[in-house]
Every structure is written in C-alpha cells, then in structure tokens.
T-cell receptor
C-alpha cells in the first residue's frame, strides 16, 4: 500500500512564526503536492513538484514556499505565519506510470491553527 | 479553464436507500475523473477513477460512478447506503499532472 505521512496531525503556532510541514511518501512517486482545505472551498493547490529540486506554483502560493531535496520528502514552509493560514493542510503524491497514472494518494492531513 | 462542480453541499439519505452524489466537469481534452472520500479528521481516500473504456466504473466499498460525456457528468452512486458511508465526498478531474477538486458534498446516511 502507498503510504503518505505528515509530520504532525495538529499544530498551534503564533503569528509571525516560521512553520515547517513535512510530508514523506514511500512509493517512489515522482509527483508530490501540497493542498489546503477550507470549508466551502474544497481543496486548493498551493505548490507541486515533479522531481527533486523542482517546484511549481499552484493556485494559492502566496505566503508559502516549498522544498524538495529528496524524492520522498516534500516540505511546505510558511515563512511568517498569519491567522488566515489557519487551515487543514494535505499532502499528496502520484506516480507517472501508466497503470497508476493520475491517482493521487493523500496523507492524513495537518490541522494548523495560527494564533 | 478546468473546473469541477458539485452542486449539492449536503445530501441526506436513509440507510438502505440508493444514494447519488452529483459531479459535473468542464475540461478541455479527455478528462481523468476521480472520486475521493474523507472521513472526519482524515486525509482523502481514493474511491474510483475513470480514465477510458467502460462508462460505468466500480470502486471501493460498493461505490460506482457513471461517466456521461454528453452531460459532462460523473455522478457517484451506491445501490444501498450504509450509515458508515457518512462522510465528505470530493470529485476531481486530472489533466496532465494537475488536479482540480470540487468543493465537496457532505453525505449523511440516516439510520
């Protein structure tokens, strides 16, 4: 089974803090994604990565950055946390192989509260 | 522009009755269509997908979905709902390596 893990289930941070959210997948997937989930808005893509050291902006990248130094790990960084970044953050990964193409596998999510 | 619409925020159905969760899409080219389920405080779980072939796709937990190209729809169905099916359901469309999600439909199955 594909496993995607996220470093924290719940986080509480203060405004202005730098926040790191870590995501690790164990299936050698090429693609990794960070989403945030808010009621009534569904999932919105923050950043994604096709390969190591490669990143692409999604729909809402402002206030976030990412790092992918190793294939299995994709980190989301909130440079200076703000209260409007309180949300559920979901990491996902997917393969480029034809059999499993396009299917994204999700981690359990990190619920972040910024005070 | 690619988009996915789930017209119902909330669906209630009695246990044992058939259920339908609606999804329509707008995408250029041939779509890859997905359904995911999310239980409280959990990530999204893959249910089923349509890539090509038979328009009726069968997935996990007895769910199925029908791809209708003329109506650009991909409704999720189950013949007999269980209380344990109560969850948040997301439709998604994939193009290339990007996904576009609907806003989700909360399904409540009433005992």
């Amino acid at each position: 089974d594909v496993k995607v893990t996220q470093s924290s289930r719940y986080l509480v941070k203060r405004t202005g803090e730098k926040v790191f959210l870590e995501c690790v997948q164990d299936m050698d997937h090429e693609n990794m994604f960070w989403y945030r989930q808010d009621p009534g808005l569904g999932l919105r893509l923050i950043y994604f990565s096709y390969d190591v050291k490669m990143k692409e902006k999604g729909d809402i990248p402002e206030g976030y950055s990412v790092s992918r130094e190793k294939k299995e790990r994709f980190s989301l960084i909130l440079e200076s946390a703000s209260t409007n970044q309180t949300s559920m953050y979901l990491c996902a990964s997917s393969s480029i192989t034809i059999l499993d193409q396009e299917t994204q596998y999700f981690g359990p999510g990190t619920r972040l509260l910024v005070l | 522009a690619q988009s996915v619409a789930q017209p119902e925020d909330q669906v209630n159905v009695a246990e044992g009755n058939p259920l339908t969760v609606k999804c329509t899409y707008s995408v250029s080219g041939n779509p890859y269509l997905f359904w995911y389920v999310q239980y409280p405080n959990r990530g999204l779980q893959f249910l089923l997908k349509y890539i090509t072939g038979d328009n009726l796709v069968k997935g996990s937990y007895g769910f199925e979905a029908e791809f209708n190209k003329s109506q650009t729809s991909f409704h999720l169905k189950k013949p007999s709902a269980l209380v344990s099916d109560s969850a948040l359901y997301f439709c998604a469309v994939g193009t290339g390596n990007q996904f576009y999600f609907g806003t989700g439909t909360s399904l409540t199955v009433i005992p």
